[in-house]
């Protein structure tokens, strides 16, 4: 953007007023003695426009310690100095030795003595409208090198409103004083003019107009120009970084999205902290296997470290995904870092979903002995790992540990309901078939009875198992009327 401090040099200074006084006075005395006083008396008699013998020497003798290699300024200066001393100079002699002199002040670096000079020179109303539009740029442009912008840029706008034919150049030197002193509005006009006038348009026209646009809150404008900007330069980061931070503060944050995808497609995202928000946008766009994969391999590079953090971004990126057997390596790694038990308790849950439930019941028990913000959780998962391994009543021993919080109470009670509903079930099933069979071996018994020794070898015979069936419902139904006999008495 603008710098903090102003550039100094020929380069700000546009010298063809210089230039084209070097020339006038160089025709000035080339001429004879004679020829140049003749020339001074008819000067004389249509303008008052002409220099003594004396004052025309002394201007040489500057001329020519301005023309040696290299420059003899401080010696023009004196031999000026000592000139502009004399009380009987004409107004016009005057403008001229102060314009000489400003030219020899600034060879010198004497920037001050420069303005000064140029300043008297214009004072004396000896100078005529082209003479001074020829001082007063350079003059504008002199106060904005020394810091003086406001006063600087003044001239300068007073020099253009009065015909001044400015270039971007200019403009933008007035747009640039304008930003020193925080005079936003007024250079906006100037950094527009200047970027219109630029041809070809350089990095420096862009910056000074997207800078005026940043601080007057003209987003609209900005982004057109940074799009027409990356447009000529594609490979600069900065520009689409700045274009991506326009859309995001603009509540655009799926363009600005798509802009980092370019910015890493292109090789402009290196840094750890732009490859990290590269995987959360995807992530935040339903888009968790791209984002993992990048992240992954970013990390497989050495650019993203595998700290706890990352890790934990990866494996929840994965577990986004449904890639459970791809979260379940990535979090192992951050459990055992791990100072507490939290990624144990999400790798269970990752062995769970891949139904390893042995895997899952050994992981949440660690997270639990780590530590973990709700252990009920973990034990509702312990139970439903048991009873999915066909153990269900070491299940309900962990539901009831789960039921001890009250978070997790309702579940783990309801979990307890229903495993006690299939023993229920269970129990009944058996008691049916049990009765089904002892009915069916009765039959045999009276059978036997009817038939008594005549039966047909292999027809009324009791089977084994129903021998033992009805010995022991008989020791049952004793056992019953003794009891009901006991308590009658």
């Known amino acids: 953007m603008v710098g903090t401090k102003m550039m100094r040099g020929n380069g700000w200074l546009t010298q063809f007023g210089l230039m084209a006084f070097a020339a006038f006075v160089a025709v000035l005395f080339v001429a004879g003695p004679a020829d140049a006083q003749r020339r001074r008396d008819k000067e004389q008699k249509t303008e008052g426009r002409v220099l003594s013998t004396e004052v025309g020497e002394a201007i040489i003798k500057a001329q020519e310690a301005l023309a040696e290699e290299p420059p003899q300024n401080n010696v023009a200066v004196a031999v000026l100095s000592k000139l502009l001393a004399k009380p009987k100079l004409t107004p016009y002699e005057r403008a001229i030795s102060y314009q000489i002199r400003g030219q020899a002040n600034y060879g010198a670096g004497n920037v001050k003595g420069t303005i000064r000079d140029w300043e008297s020179a214009i004072n004396t109303g000896a100078l005529n409208q082209g003479e001074i539009d020829g001082l007063s740029p350079n003059i504008g442009q002199l106060y904005i090198a020394e810091g003086e912008y406001v006063k600087g840029a003044n001239i300068l706008e007073k020099w253009l409103r009065t015909g001044g034919k400015a270039n971007d150049r200019i403009h933008l030197m007035i747009a640039q004083a304008w930003l020193q002193a925080d005079a936003y509005r007024k250079a906006l006009p100037h950094g527009e003019a200047a970027f219109r006038m630029a041809n070809p348009k350089k990095k420096k026209h862009f910056d000074i107009l997207n800078y005026v646009y940043h601080e007057l809150k003209m987003p609209g404008k900005q982004a057109k120009l940074l799009e027409q900007e990356v447009s000529i330069w594609p490979d600069d980061k900065k520009i689409w970084r700045a274009i991506a931070s326009l859309k995001q503060q603009a509540n655009k944050s799926r363009e600005a999205f798509e802009v980092n995808k370019i910015m890493y497609l292109n090789g402009m995202l290196s840094k750890e902290r732009e490859l990290l928000a590269l995987a959360q946008y995807y992530s935040y766009y339903e888009v968790p296997f791209r984002g993992a994969s990048i992240l992954e391999r970013e990390m497989n590079a050495g650019r993203v470290s595998k700290g ?46 891949e139904e390893q439930y042995d895997k899952a019941e050994t992981s949440f028990r660690k997270a639990i002995s780590k530590g973990i913000k709700k252990p009920g959780n973990a034990y509702v998962l312990i139970a439903n ?68 020794a005549e039966f047909l070898e292999g027809v009324g015979e009791i089977s084994a198992e129903c021998v033992t069936m009805l010995a022991e419902n008989d020791a049952k139904e004793k056992a019953k009327k003794a009891a009901r006999k006991a308590k009658a008495s």
């Open 385 to 452: 790992s048991l009873y999915e391994r066909d153990r269900p009543r070491d299940a309900i021993k962990e539901f009831k540990k789960a039921a001890q919080y009250p978070y997790s109470r309702k579940t783990a009670n309801g979990w307890i309901r229903f495993i006690n509903g299939e023993f229920e079930v269970a129990r009944k099933q058996a008691e049916f078939k049990f009765q089904v069979k002892l009915d069916e071996c009765k039959n045999q018994q009276d059978r036997k009875k009817r038939m008594g």
């Open 308 to 353: 706890k953090k990352n890790l934990e971004l990866l494996a929840n990126m994965w577990r986004q995904a449904r890639e459970y057997d791809r979260a379940i390596p990535v979090l192992t790694a951050a459990a055992n870092i791990a100072a507490d038990g939290g990624l144990y308790e999400k790798l269970g849950e990752a062995y769970y979903s």
